[in-house]
T-cell receptor, first 112, second 116 residues
Framework: SQKIEQNSEALNIQEGKTATLTCNYT??????LQWYRQDPGRGPVFLLL?????KEKRKERLKVTFDTTLKQSLFHITASQPADSATYLC???????????FGKGTSLLVTP | EAGVAQSPRYKIIEKRQSVAFWCNPI?????LYWYQQILGQGPKLLIQ????????DSQLPKDRFSAERLKGVDSTLKIQPAKLEDSAVYLC??????????????FGEGSRLTVL
């Protein structure tokens, strides 16, 4: 069966450090992978999309890598800030047009 | 540009009662989704519409859940009768397809259902 696995344990880091979140998947051949941010009581918000033929993508302090051989994506937040504290969701395209399947998410807490 | 609108934000009902959630997607977004997010889990796709047609409802519990998008714009998700395990946040999302496709799903703030 298809699975998307993210770190189940919360990630606690100190302000200014780099946060690295992991997304592993099985039984998928995704055309792209996306990362979303979700704050408590809010809907997910899109951050980045990386296509299967792209190794790395950057947006401001965010960097995503995509290794289709390892079936893994890494999501990095450099110079992390307390405002980055949230749950980060990994998503892959599903079998039906444009729909996304989500992982459980990883909770990130950045402390001053 | 207005975002995805959902209502109500919160609903508490007894088991076996019915409930309905409403969603108005971003103007011009032909594709609309309903997701269920149980506490501590990621969103799970329930149903996908393209205009007023159903593209995928394979994970919708059809014995109790129904959804419609009659005019290809706003949508309603209904649960009847509700069970305790239906307690979750119901998220509506829409996407711009065709020439303007970026892959980004736009989510509403969700409707939180508590079944007692």
């Amino acid at each position: 069966s298809q699975k998307i696995e993210q770190n189940s344990e919360a990630l606690n880091i100190q302000e200014g450090k780099t946060a690295t979140l992991t997304c592993n998947y099985t039984n998928y051949s995704p055309a792209y992978l996306q990362w979303y941010r979700q704050d408590p009581g809010r809907g997910p918000v899109f951050l980045l999309l990386i296509r299967e033929n792209e190794k790395e993508k950057r947006k401001e302090r965010l960097k995503v890598t995509f290794d289709t051989t390892l079936k893994q994506s890494l999501f990095h937040i450099t110079a992390s800030q307390p405002a980055d504290s949230a749950t980060y969701l990994c998503a892959l395209d599903g079998d039906s047009g444009y729909a996304l399947n989500f992982g459980k998410g990883t909770s990130l807490l950045v402390t001053p | 540009e207005a975002g995805v609108a959902q209502s109500p934000r919160y609903k508490i009902i007894e088991k076996r009662q019915s409930v309905a959630f409403w969603c108005n997607p971003i103007s011009g977004h032909a594709t609309l989704y309903w997701y269920q997010q149980i506490l501590g889990q990621g969103p799970k796709l329930l149903i996908q519409f393209q205009n007023n047609g159903v593209v995928d409802d394979s994970q919708l519990p059809k014995d109790r859940f129904s959804a419609e998008r009659l005019k290809g714009v706003d949508s309603t998700l209904k649960i009847q009768p509700a069970k305790l395990e239906d307690s979750a946040v119901y998220l509506c999302a829409s996407i711009k397809t065709g020439g303007g496709y970026t892959g980004e799903l736009f989510f509403g703030e969700g409707s939180r259902l508590t079944v007692l």
